[in-house]
């Protein structure tokens, strides 16, 4: 995502890394939805007879961001299965983040390796697949770069706005972002909404 200053510069890092990635990665996508990735979806589904709980977040919305002419977006499709204790078993889905400037959609698709929840919250993290052509998290950013999203999706619309936040990716050489791991849900949703699954069976 390009996004406020530091932020932005990092963004548009994410973007850019999959120019220097292979062709495939640039590849046009849907603009909707983002396509899922053979190794993040094809992870069965759990369900009561597995005896594992399970957790769901989908949707897309665009995002509150200062500059009005720009556009932020994120769509994600994420699943997990927990057994006992916090982090699950397995997870899959896909997620986009997608920054309109002038006109130019600069998308990043992410294959999903992490799926937590709490309530109202969720944390999703995944790995950069492809991104628009000429974006520039191909040049700043090392191919399949971990990034991490994180979710406040109210009940029947109590508590205020849905919220994301973005954690933004490390630059080339540079540690991954830990799995399951994001920065605050800052960012209010304007337009959309996500629906969050907490541990059902």
């Excluded at 220097?20 to 759990?46: D, I, M, Y």
């Excluded at 002038?102 to 799926?115: E, I, Q, R, S, T």
């Excluded at 770069?145 to 849905?162: K, Q």
């Amino acid at each position: 995502m390009l996004l406020k200053p530091a932020l932005r510069a990092t963004a548009v890092l994410a973007v850019v890394a999959t120019l220097a990635a292979p062709a495939a990665w640039a590849a046009p996508a849907p603009e909707s939805v983002p396509e899922p990735a053979a190794t993040s979806l094809s992870a069965p589904v759990a369900s009561a007879a597995d005896g594992l709980a399970t957790s769901d977040l989908t949707g897309r919305a665009r995002l509150g961001y200062p500059v009005e002419t720009e556009a932020v977006r994120v769509t994600v499709e994420a699943h997990a299965a927990f057994g006992p204790g916090s982090f699950p078993t397995r997870s899959w889905g896909t997620f986009r983040i997608s920054h309109v400037i002038d006109g130019k959609d600069y998308w990043g698709d992410f294959a999903v390796d992490c799926l937590t929840t709490g309530g109202p919250t969720a944390t999703v993290t995944g790995r950069l697949q492809r991104t628009s052509p000429g974006h520039p998290w191909r040049e700043a950013l090392d191919a399949h770069t971990r990034m991490g999203l994180s979710f406040y999706v109210p009940r029947d619309g109590a508590g205020g706005p849905a919220r994301v936040g973005l954690s933004g990716a490390t630059l080339k050489k540079q540690p991954l972002l830990t799995k399951c791991m994001s920065s605050a849900a800052d960012m209010p949703v304007v337009e959309g909404g996500y629906t969050l699954g907490d541990r059902h069976v």
